[in-house]
């Protein structure tokens, strides 16, 4: 029996493949092809059921296929022919509208799907199998059917058919057509004579509770919101269009709001024929080739689901709600039916075929809505009807990560604007499918906020695009650069996107994500969590590429303005994402209550509170004022100062811990340097942009160590490294500043990303930072303070390989290149004592053993960075990129105390961390002055400096003083505070290697200061004048502080002490002029008096001795050399030691396979 079926169901398929193959002559393969649905009785012999199928299925192909035959008897006549190709376009109008309910008509597109009804007799029989051939057959007779319907109705053609002869006919049979839908029974009268068929009527829902109403609240506001922008964006066909976005609309609220199969089918298939005839809005040919490929795709997904279907209905399951049990199998086709609407590899070929050729206003939903619907299916594989089998969790990951790879790694190649938008959504599909696959609540719920943020946002993404695209006229992202410097308004809302479906807060998907890696680690599935943190780094890549192209190139080419409407919508969407962002615990909440509403069960997670302390409003609202009103440099720098300075007395408001310490250093520090930066920005554009942008990083740094939650403190460290100090960065747009700014971007995103592994794990065990107290030492917890300290020494620049990847670029203002040197960086240390102390304050001695090695690499990563960074000091030339790699160094000194979790290596780590402050921001902005006097970095090009800019000459030389731990200066007193912790800790060689650190520092700042300040000056630099008030004071406040902490430790260490007795520690012996360690007593202020005294003796010794006696230079006998060639360069500096340096280096980045330079770029 069943090889006589398959011999019927081959000659069908054979007369549809030959149909096909013959489809330019329309007349004849259309015959064949309506002949061959006759043999459909074939089925017959598998019982009365197939029989009432089979005559049910003959009859809907009569009545389409003759209305079919009817409409291109008309066109044949029209054009007295037969051929396709003659044909096109013939039907534009209301007559291939007919054609085309006639063809989707043929397709099954009905109540009562009588194919269904074929596919559900096979499986009661048990020859599922033959399934297979049913969908063969269909998915053929689509290709063909489409390529009549595209050609015939699309296609751009000459003339169109305007007046019908038959009408009578023609009308009989579309009002036939139309019984199909209104009065379905006719239809059952002959097929129930051989077999019950149960009459099914059109059900519309309106129940927007749990799941399903979360999917059709944002299939209705994003269709809005379509509806709103492509008001005056739709130029041409507006009937049309927008009949079929109200179609779309509502096919995709009822997909979600279905309960039974038949229905939500035919919403499913009206969705996909709606999409398809908007895709092919504009009749290019190439618009009408990716239609085919999607409605094909997507047709052939529905013929699987119709085939999965027909195993419930095989045991009288109707509804999704009556499904209690899932086959593995049964399960794969419908992820493989869903997975091609969601766009999941390898069925994601439609998607960057079909959105850069449909409008924007449908590419927009296409990704953000459209590949929803799969997704909605997959979840109700997965909880809906609870089939949790572990082989389809591990498939559902590996095919998520696939596709997550694949997507996100096109993006870094693709130049259309639109094809790139669309390899990023088959990436964050991806991200979805993944988190789906680990099959938990707190997964679901993850996913669910993902998706919401997603659809916000893509739509965003693309309806941006389409902005731009109106205006410049091309998709190329080469015709889009620079459109941003132009055109800010217009562009403005695409760079919210870039950064929001980066995972960047203030913005939703940040939140999503977080909760997607917490998720992963709640399932202790590392790969999935790592997977999807490389992933996102790879897509953060390809869209950072996007927002350099449109904002940061320069281009010649001149745009068109575009407003109206369609902006205000871009701009809503753009609020929206920001509103998700900052309110998660609201979405969570409704997440939440629609997960248990829907599957009964609760929802696990941690606390996501933002904390919003009252120095960061402060600062939030000064960036405003400084945005909108800080048109000159002078006035951004004063209003940023003010603002500054407000915040810093809120925090001295506050009960003194840790927190409020370190926030009031931050505060003190931002108002020095933006004073500084009103004069040094003059010379530069866009002062608001500036000083707004470091505004909103300062507001970062101080939100992480005002933060009490875990939740809140990220949330800071991520704005504090994000987008607003990249902008600052990129701030003189040039390709140097730009190449180099992303590269610190992309390493901050990727550590920040280690970080988030490492604190989901954590927050298992609670929200709040006293968890690091209570938390069990376990290898789960073990692994999560290995993996922060990894993330903090990392922000710290810490990893002595590739040093230069891991500092922010030497182009940028020095006004914020010092703040992130002497300020940002301590936040790595910072978070390191937070973690370190209270982890030491909540355990016992056996337990701290564990912490104990993980502190010991960081203390020996610190130490062997040292070394590094004073030797790539001794390398280097350039200014700037001398001081970078010294912050390195010198911030190596204070992870090497914090780590030693013991007393004195917190004191003496944390005095450091406030030591560094003064003197590295000291250094900066006294190579800042130089720089801004002469325009120079390159210490080759410099000489004399100190005869025109004393002042300047001298604050340097007291951050030198302190930099190397000369007596009497600040240095001194911390680098001798962290020698003799290193020594009571018993790591004896390390204290070895940070006194030999000092020396080569001083060595650095040696050839520093005689190859700029001393030495022959050039003849250009003689009218050089020194800097005014707004430079030099914060330098001379910096200066002095340096000097008072090196004789007055006692300021520092007093505070220092207090935050020891509230971790539990012993506190510092120290007094008003004194330290006292181990044993020993440093009297800083004797120690500094005798130093002062013998300072006079030799000032007055040199004073009263005038016997001073001048000779000529030796030249050996060279007679043709100028006063600049006799100039010692600082590469003629320790040329023996730089040689043997280079050697280790060369040997390294053999070993290692690196490239590029490590000093120089």
Request: net charge positive; with cysteine.
């Amino acid at each position: 029996m069943e090889a006589v079926v398959f011999l019927f169901l081959l000659a069908i398929l054979a007369l549809k493949v030959f149909a096909l193959i013959n489809v330019n002559d329309v007349k004849k393969s259309f015959i064949v092809a309506s002949t061959a649905e006759v043999l459909y009785l074939g089925i017959a012999f598998l019982g009365s059921s197939a029989l009432s199928a089979a005559i049910l299925h003959i009859e809907y192909q009569a009545v389409f296929r003759i209305l079919a035959f009817l409409m291109l008897y008309e066109f044949f006549n029209f054009k007295n022919s037969t051929n396709l190709q003659d044909l096109k376009g013939v039907g534009f109008n209301k007559w291939g509208a007919v054609f085309g309910f006639a063809v989707f008509g043929s397709l099954g597109v009905s109540l009562i799907t009588s194919k269904q009804l074929i596919l559900n007799s096979f499986t009661c029989s048990g020859m599922f199998e033959l399934g297979y051939m049913i969908v063969a057959i269909n998915i053929i007779q689509a290709v063909y059917l489409i390529t009549l319907f595209e050609k015939i109705v699309f296609a751009k053609g000459e003339n169109v058919l305007d007046k019908v002869k038959n009408i009578l006919p023609v009308g009989i049979f579309t009002l036939a057509g139309v019984a199909v839908f209104v009065l379905p029974q006719v239809y059952l009268i002959i097929p129930k004579l051989f077999s019950n068929i149960n009459s099914f009527h059109l059900a519309f829902g309106f129940d927007y509770h749990g799941i399903r109403g979360i999917f059709a609240l944002i299939f209705a506001f994003i269709i809005t919101m379509v509806f709103l922008y492509s008001f005056d964006y739709i130029k041409t066909y507006k009937t049309f269009y927008y009949s079929a976005l109200a179609v779309l609309g509502v096919a995709l609220i009822e997909v979600a709001m279905s309960e039974s199969f038949e229905s939500f089918y035919l919403f499913w298939e009206l969705m996909t024929i709606s999409s398809y005839l908007l895709i092919m809005h504009s009749r290019s040919d190439e618009s009408i080739s990716a239609a085919k490929l999607y409605f094909v795709m997507c047709i052939a997904g529905a013929y699987l689901l119709q085939l999965a279907f027909s195993n419930f209905y095989a045991f009288g399951i109707e509804s999704f709600s009556e499904v209690k049990n899932l086959s593995l199998s049964t399960a794969i086709l419908l992820m493989l039916g869903f997975g091609v609407k969601a766009g999941m590899v390898p069925m994601h070929k439609w998607l960057p075929v079909a959105h850069p050729e449909a409008p924007s206003s449908i590419s927009a939903p296409l990704s953000g809505i459209l590949t929803k619907a799969g997704i909605f299916g997959i979840i109700a594989i997965v909880y809906i009807f609870n089939f949790h089998a572990l082989v389809f969790s591990y498939l559902l990951i590996g095919i998520g990560l696939v596709t997550l790879f694949y997507g996100e790694i096109k993006t870094l190649f693709e130049k259309d604007l639109k094809r790139l938008l669309a390899y990023s959504t088959i990436g964050q599909i991806g991200e979805i499918i993944t988190v789906l696959g680990l099959m938990s609540t707190a997964a679901l719920s993850g996913a669910l906020y993902h998706i919401i943020n997603h659809a916000v946002v893509k739509d965003l993404l693309f309806l941006s695009a389409g902005l731009l695209i109106m205006s410049a006229g091309s998709r190329n992202l080469d015709d889009l650069k620079g459109i941003g410097k132009k055109l800010p308004i217009l562009a403005f809302p695409l760079g919210i996107g870039i950064f929001a479906i980066s995972a960047f807060p203030p913005f939703g998907n940040f939140n999503s994500k977080f909760l997607m890696i917490f998720a992963a680690t709640d399932t202790h599935n590392y790969l999935a969590a790592f997977g999807l943190i490389a992933g996102a780094v790879i897509g953060f890549i390809g869209m950072l590429r996007v927002f350099k192209y449109i904002f940061l190139y320069n281009s010649s080419k001149e745009f068109k303005n575009v407003g109206g409407l369609k902006l205000g919508v871009v701009y809503l969407l753009a609020f929206i994402s920001f509103l998700l962002g900052i309110f998660p615990n609201a979405v969570l909440g409704f997440i939440n209550q629609a997960i248990s509403a829907t599957i009964h069960a609760n929802v696990i997670q941690p606390e996501f509170a933002l904390h919003i302390p009252l120095s960061v409003t402060i600062m939030i609202i000064g960036a405003a004022v400084v945005f909108f009103f800080g048109k000159t440099s002078k006035n951004a720098g004063i209003l940023a100062a003010s603002f500054s300075f407000l915040a810093f007395l809120s925090v001295l408001r506050n009960s003194f811990g840790i927190s409020e310490f370190f926030a009031a250093l931050v505060l003190f520090m931002a108002v020095l340097n933006f004073l500084y930066a009103a004069r040094y920005m003059d010379h530069s554009h866009k002062p608001y942009r500036f000083f707004a942008n470091f505004m909103i990083m300062i507001i970062g740094i101080i939100g992480v160590s005002l933060s009490d939650s875990i939740y809140s403190m990220f949330f800071y460290w991520e704005i504090m490294g994000g987008w607003a100090l990249y902008i600052a960065l990129v701030h003189e747009e040039d390709s140097y500043s730009i190449t180099e700014a992303s590269k610190y971007l992309i390493y901050n995103f990727a550590g920040a990303g280690v970080i988030m592994i490492g604190l989901s794990i954590v927050m298992h065990y609670g929200s709040y930072f006293d968890v690091f107290e209570m938390m069990p030492l376990t290898s789960y917890t073990i692994f999560a303070v290995a993996l922060l300290t990894v993330g903090f020494l990392a922000k710290a620049a810490q990893f002595p390989v590739r040093i230069d990847y891991q500092m922010h670029p030497k182009p940028a203002p020095t006004p914020i290149s010092g703040y992130i040197s002497s300020v940002m960086l301590k936040t790595g240390p910072f978070m390191l004592i937070m973690m370190f102390y209270l982890i030491a304050a909540g355990m016992s001695l056996t337990k701290m053993l564990a912490i104990d090695s993980i502190a010991h690499f960081a203390a020996v990563v610190g130490v062997i960075t040292i070394i590094m960074g004073a030797s790539f000091g001794l390398l280097t030339n350039s200014m700037k990129r001398l001081l970078i790699f010294l912050t390195v160094a010198e911030i190596g000194y204070i992870v090497a105390g914090v780590s030693l979790v013991t007393s004195e290596g917190l004191a003496g780590g944390m005095l450091h961390l406030i030591n560094h402050m003064f003197f590295k921001d000291l250094l900066f902005l006294s190579a800042g002055a130089i720089f801004y006097k002469t325009g120079i970095d390159s210490l080759d090009k410099l000489g004399g400096i100190a005869r025109k800019m004393p002042i300047t000459f001298a604050v340097f030389m007291v951050a030198v003083f302190a930099t190397a731990g000369v007596p009497m200066f600040s240095g001194f007193v911390s680098k001798w505070m962290i020698y003799h912790a290193l020594m009571a800790k018993g790591y004896v060689f390390l204290a070895i290697l940070t006194i030999l650190g000092s020396v080569m520092i001083l060595l650095v700042f040696v050839k520093f200061m005689h190859s700029a300040y001393f030495g022959k000056m050039d003849k250009s630099f003689e009218k050089i004048e020194k800097v005014d008030l707004f430079m030099s004071v914060p330098m001379i406040i910096l200066a002095v502080l340096n000097i008072i902490l090196g004789i007055f430790p006692y300021l520092a260490l007093k505070p220092i002490n207090m935050i020891l007795e509230t971790f539990g520690f012993n506190t510092i012996c120290i007094s008003a002029t004194s330290v006292c360690m181990g044993g020993d007593n440093l009297n800083l202020f004797t120690l500094a008096a005798y130093l002062i005294a013998a300072l006079v003796i030799g000032y007055l010794m040199f004073l009263y001795n005038k016997k001073t006696r001048k000779t000529h230079i030796f030249l050996s006998g060279v007679r043709d050399l100028s006063e600049k060639d006799l100039h010692i360069k600082s590469h003629n500096f320790y040329e023996s030691v730089i040689e043997l340096i280079e050697k280790i280096i060369r040997i390294t980045k053999k070993v290692f396979g690196l490239k590029g330079g490590y000093v120089e770029r």
